[in-house]
Protein backbone atom coordinates (compact mmCIF):
# COMPACT_ATOMS: atom_id res chain seq x y z
CA UNK A 1 0.00 0.00 0.00
CA UNK A 2 1.52 3.04 -1.06
CA UNK A 3 -1.65 5.60 -1.81
CA UNK A 4 -2.46 7.46 1.87
CA UNK A 5 -5.84 6.69 2.95
CA UNK A 6 -8.14 8.84 1.74
CA UNK A 7 -10.48 9.69 4.56
CA UNK A 8 -9.52 9.26 7.99
CA UNK A 9 -9.57 5.48 9.27
CA UNK A 10 -12.77 6.09 11.29
CA UNK A 11 -15.77 5.52 8.40
CA UNK A 12 -18.98 7.20 7.94
CA UNK A 13 -21.60 6.85 10.50
CA UNK A 14 -24.77 5.68 9.58
CA UNK A 15 -26.45 8.95 9.99
CA UNK A 16 -23.65 10.32 7.78
CA UNK A 17 -24.44 7.58 4.94
CA UNK A 18 -28.17 8.49 5.38
CA UNK A 19 -27.51 12.78 5.38
CA UNK A 20 -25.59 12.19 2.17
CA UNK A 21 -28.45 10.06 0.82
CA UNK A 22 -31.28 12.52 1.65
CA UNK A 23 -28.79 15.11 0.40
CA UNK A 24 -28.48 16.61 3.82
CA UNK A 25 -25.20 16.46 4.77
CA UNK A 26 -23.28 20.09 4.47
CA UNK A 27 -21.17 20.21 1.26
CA UNK A 28 -17.42 20.02 3.14
CA UNK A 29 -18.98 16.40 5.01
CA UNK A 30 -20.48 15.25 1.95
CA UNK A 31 -16.94 15.96 -0.48
CA UNK A 32 -15.31 13.45 2.64
CA UNK A 33 -17.76 11.16 2.62
CA UNK A 34 -18.17 11.06 -1.06
CA UNK A 35 -13.83 10.88 -0.99
CA UNK A 36 -14.42 7.97 1.64
CA UNK A 37 -16.75 6.08 -0.17
CA UNK A 38 -14.69 6.17 -3.51
CA UNK A 39 -11.85 4.29 -1.45
CA UNK A 40 -13.77 1.87 0.81
CA UNK A 41 -15.78 -0.83 -0.65
CA UNK A 42 -17.53 -1.81 2.51
CA UNK A 43 -18.97 1.34 2.85
CA UNK A 44 -19.48 1.86 -0.32
CA UNK A 45 -21.87 -1.04 -0.65
CA UNK A 46 -23.41 0.00 2.79
CA UNK A 47 -24.39 3.36 0.90
CA UNK A 48 -25.83 0.91 -2.28
CA UNK A 49 -27.59 -1.04 0.10
CA UNK A 50 -29.50 1.91 1.46
CA UNK A 51 -29.58 3.53 -1.45
CA UNK A 52 -31.44 0.33 -2.85
CA UNK A 53 -33.99 0.79 0.23
CA UNK A 54 -34.74 4.48 -0.51
CA UNK A 55 -35.71 3.63 -3.50
CA UNK A 56 -37.81 0.71 -3.34
CA UNK A 57 -39.39 2.59 -0.57
CA UNK A 58 -40.25 5.90 -3.07
CA UNK A 59 -41.59 3.11 -5.67
CA UNK A 60 -43.38 1.39 -3.32
CA UNK A 61 -44.82 4.62 -1.76
CA UNK A 62 -45.85 5.53 -5.21
CA UNK A 63 -48.25 2.87 -5.30
CA UNK A 64 -50.02 3.88 -2.29
CA UNK A 65 -49.88 0.70 -0.77
CA UNK A 66 -46.99 1.20 2.24
CA UNK A 67 -48.24 3.33 4.91
CA UNK A 68 -45.48 6.35 4.97
CA UNK A 69 -44.12 5.42 8.65
CA UNK A 70 -42.98 1.91 7.34
CA UNK A 71 -39.96 3.27 5.36
CA UNK A 72 -38.42 4.90 8.19
CA UNK A 73 -38.66 1.80 10.19
CA UNK A 74 -37.13 -0.64 7.15
CA UNK A 75 -34.56 1.88 7.16
CA UNK A 76 -33.62 2.00 10.62
CA UNK A 77 -33.76 -2.01 10.24
CA UNK A 78 -31.08 -2.07 7.69
CA UNK A 79 -28.79 0.33 9.56
CA UNK A 80 -29.43 -2.07 12.54
CA UNK A 81 -28.70 -4.86 10.62
CA UNK A 82 -25.05 -3.23 9.43
CA UNK A 83 -24.43 -2.31 13.02
CA UNK A 84 -26.13 -6.08 14.15
CA UNK A 85 -23.44 -7.81 11.72
CA UNK A 86 -20.38 -6.05 12.33
CA UNK A 87 -20.61 -6.24 16.12
CA UNK A 88 -22.19 -9.72 16.16
CA UNK A 89 -19.50 -11.30 14.20
CA UNK A 90 -16.65 -10.51 16.45
CA UNK A 91 -19.03 -10.92 19.76
CA UNK A 92 -19.69 -14.30 18.17
CA UNK A 93 -15.66 -15.24 17.85
CA UNK A 94 -15.03 -16.24 21.46
CA UNK A 95 -18.24 -17.96 22.70
CA UNK A 96 -18.17 -20.07 19.30
CA UNK A 97 -14.73 -21.32 20.51
CA UNK A 98 -15.46 -21.67 23.94
CA UNK A 99 -18.94 -23.57 22.79
CA UNK A 100 -17.04 -26.29 20.49
CA UNK A 101 -14.95 -26.61 23.29
CA UNK A 102 -17.45 -27.17 26.16
CA UNK A 103 -19.43 -29.44 23.28
CA UNK A 104 -16.03 -31.28 22.98
CA UNK A 105 -16.09 -32.13 27.03
CA UNK A 106 -19.37 -32.70 27.57
CA UNK A 107 -19.35 -35.45 24.81
CA UNK A 108 -16.60 -36.64 26.33
CA UNK A 109 -17.80 -37.07 29.99
CA UNK A 110 -21.39 -38.51 28.56
CA UNK A 111 -19.15 -41.34 27.28
CA UNK A 112 -17.13 -41.41 30.45
CA UNK A 113 -20.60 -41.53 32.05
CA UNK A 114 -22.26 -44.09 30.42
CA UNK A 115 -19.14 -46.18 30.44
CA UNK A 116 -19.82 -46.01 34.42
CA UNK A 117 -23.30 -46.70 34.29
CA UNK A 118 -22.84 -49.71 32.40
CA UNK A 119 -20.05 -51.24 34.54
CA UNK A 120 -22.30 -50.18 37.37
CA UNK A 121 -25.17 -51.95 35.52
CA UNK A 122 -23.47 -55.26 34.37
CA UNK A 123 -20.37 -55.27 36.43
CA UNK A 124 -18.55 -54.91 33.33
CA UNK A 125 -17.85 -53.02 30.75
CA UNK A 126 -18.56 -55.02 27.32
CA UNK A 127 -15.91 -54.25 25.26
CA UNK A 128 -16.83 -55.99 22.01
CA UNK A 129 -20.40 -54.99 21.09
CA UNK A 130 -22.30 -57.65 18.32
CA UNK A 131 -21.71 -55.90 14.97
CA UNK A 132 -22.91 -57.09 11.41
CA UNK A 133 -19.86 -58.98 10.57
CA UNK A 134 -20.88 -61.12 14.42
CA UNK A 135 -24.34 -61.45 12.75
CA UNK A 136 -23.08 -62.71 9.41
CA UNK A 137 -20.89 -65.40 11.18
CA UNK A 138 -23.88 -66.77 12.96
CA UNK A 139 -25.80 -67.14 9.62
CA UNK A 140 -23.04 -68.70 8.34
CA UNK A 141 -22.77 -71.09 11.11
CA UNK A 142 -26.29 -71.99 10.71
CA UNK A 143 -26.04 -72.60 7.23
CA UNK A 144 -23.27 -74.79 7.22
CA UNK A 145 -24.91 -76.83 10.07
CA UNK A 146 -27.90 -76.71 7.73
CA UNK A 147 -26.24 -78.13 4.80
CA UNK A 148 -24.29 -80.75 6.75
CA UNK A 149 -28.46 -81.43 7.98
CA UNK A 150 -28.91 -82.04 4.24
CA UNK A 151 -26.18 -84.36 3.08
CA UNK A 152 -26.56 -86.26 6.18
CA UNK A 153 -30.17 -87.22 5.26
CA UNK A 154 -29.70 -87.27 1.28
CA UNK A 155 -28.17 -90.02 -0.74
CA UNK A 156 -24.69 -89.53 -1.68
CA UNK A 157 -23.70 -87.97 -5.00
CA UNK A 158 -21.91 -89.96 -6.86
ZN1 LIG B 1 -15.45 2.89 5.04
Do not use: F
Not at 54 to 71: E, F, I, K, N, S
Not at 147 to 154: G, R
Amino acid sequence: MTDPPRWPPDHPTDAALNDLLDGRLPLDSRTQVEAHLGGCARCQADYDALAAVVTLGARMRGLGTVPPDVWPQVAAATIHARAVRRHVLRSLRLPLVVGGLALAAASAWLGMRAERAMAARGGSVPTARPTIHDGMEVMEERRRRAKEKAEALAPARP
